[in-house]
């Protein structure tokens, strides 16, 4: 099983970024995908989920209206669109099924100036 995580940078508040997560190894159309996120001395959280066929999607409060998740089966990939960043969502970044079963990627940093 492999994650890989990229798309993330340095952005200006309100910027946008589009994170991607390639993934190998599994059964990818069978799993629940989610987007975590780790800010500085801070616990790794959920962010986004979507399941198997791109169809339900869940958000934590503060990115509702902002991010948007999606999976692509064919090519057994999640993304994370996100739009108007804030400061606060400065973290790295990570993809994983829906228990954080796998193995963690390197994730992705983001980083967003005021």
């Known amino acids: 099983v492999q994650l890989v995580e990229s798309g993330g940078g340095l952005v200006q508040a309100e910027g946008s970024l589009r994170l991607s997560c390639v993934t190998s190894g599994f059964s990818f159309e069978a799993y629940v995908m989610n987007w975590y996120r780790q800010a500085p001395g801070k616990e790794r959280e959920l962010v986004a989920s979507?399941?198997?066929?791109?169809?339900?999607?869940s958000y934590i409060d503060s990115v509702k209206g902002r991010f948007t998740i999606s999976r692509d089966n064919a090519k057994n990939m999640v993304y994370l669109q996100m739009n108007s960043l804030k400061p606060e969502d400065t973290a790295v970044y990570y993809c994983?099924?829906?228990?954080?079963?796998?193995?963690w990627g390197q994730g992705t940093q983001v980083t967003v100036s005021s």
């Open positions: 979507i399941n198997h066929h791109d169809d339900i999607t």
């Open positions: 994983n099924d829906r228990w954080a079963t796998m193995t």
